[in-house]
Nanobody, 128 residues
Framework: QVQLVESGGGLVQAGDSLRLSCTAS????????MGWFRQAPGKQREFVAG????????YNTNFVKGRFTIFRDNNKNTMYLEMNSLKPEDSAVYYC?????????????????????WGQGTQVTVSS
């Protein structure tokens, strides 16, 4: 069983920062392509950031624009999303995702259907 648990969300004001955490059990995250997605009410789930099994990173530059950083601590089996200069439009439920670990080589998965495991989500609300 692979379980992902997000934490670190909350209510903040525009310009504030948050660090989201995703702790995995059942499988070492080093075996999986990992990603962060977010979903706001009435909208589709969208890709935020991803990391390959070796730690290379990619971002949705349409809205991240250097404000977010994704990274892993494999020793703690935890992935993080550091979010700075938060805007009200960043408000959403943020989800951690992991692949099934069967991919060959280094991959960036940027669509929800490419991931096998999901956390329950953590709410981020940014007020004006």
């Amino acid at each position: 069983q692979v379980q992902l648990v997000e934490s670190g969300g909350g209510l903040v004001q525009a310009g504030d920062s948050l660090r989201l955490s995703c702790t995995a059990s059942g499988r070492a995250i080093s075996r999986s392509t990992m990603g962060w997605f977010r979903q706001a009410p009435g909208k589709q789930r969208e890709f935020v950031a991803g990391t390959t099994r070796s730690g290379s990173t990619t971002y949705n530059t349409n809205f991240v624009k250097g404000r977010f950083t994704i990274f892993r601590d494999n020793n703690k089996n935890t992935m993080y999303l550091e979010m700075n200069s938060l805007k009200p439009e960043d408000s959403a439920v943020y989800y951690c995702a992991a692949s099934d670990g069967l991919e060959n080589g280094e991959r960036f998965y940027v669509t929800a259907g490419q991931y096998a495991y999901w956390g329950q989500g953590t709410q981020v609300t940014v007020s004006s």
